[in-house]
């Protein structure tokens, strides 16, 4: 069992930068793949981000490429998402999700990790 508790969301212009923290208890992260989505209003969820146990592996979706960076600190417990150069679109409630029988690769299809936070929301203003 691992209790995730994502932070860092909030109002920023776009074009402005944030960074997500997902926050890990119960388990070392060093056991699960990783990830991010999102759900913007009205929109089905969506793959962000993912990352593999060692970290080594970083995958993410066309709409993040460029923009987002993810990364994991192990020792911390903690996986973050930098996000820059937001957009309109970026605004949306942001989860991260671990699994830990999941490839970091099998976090864009259809499977649906075992472990969820809460969400964080973002909000991008013109």
């Known amino acids: 069992q691992v209790q995730l508790v994502e932070s860092g969301g909030g109002l920023v212009q776009a074009g402005g930068s944030l960074r997500l923290s997902c926050a890990a208890s119960?388990?070392?992260?060093?056991?699960?793949?990783m990830g991010w989505f999102r759900q913007g209003p009205g929109k089905e969820r969506e793959f962000v981000a993912a990352i593999s146990r060692s970290g080594d592996r970083l995958i993410y979706a066309d709409s993040a490429k460029g923009r987002f960076t993810i990364s994991k600190n192990n020792a911390e417990n903690t996986m973050y998402l930098e996000m820059n150069r937001l957009k309109a679109e970026d605004a949306a409630v942001y989860y991260c999700a671990a699994d830990s029988w999941m490839t970091s690769g099998q976090f864009m299809g259809s499977l649906s990790p075992k472990y969820w936070g809460q969400g964080t929301q973002v909000t991008v203003s013109a």
């Open positions: 119960g388990r070392t992260l060093s056991m699960f793949a």
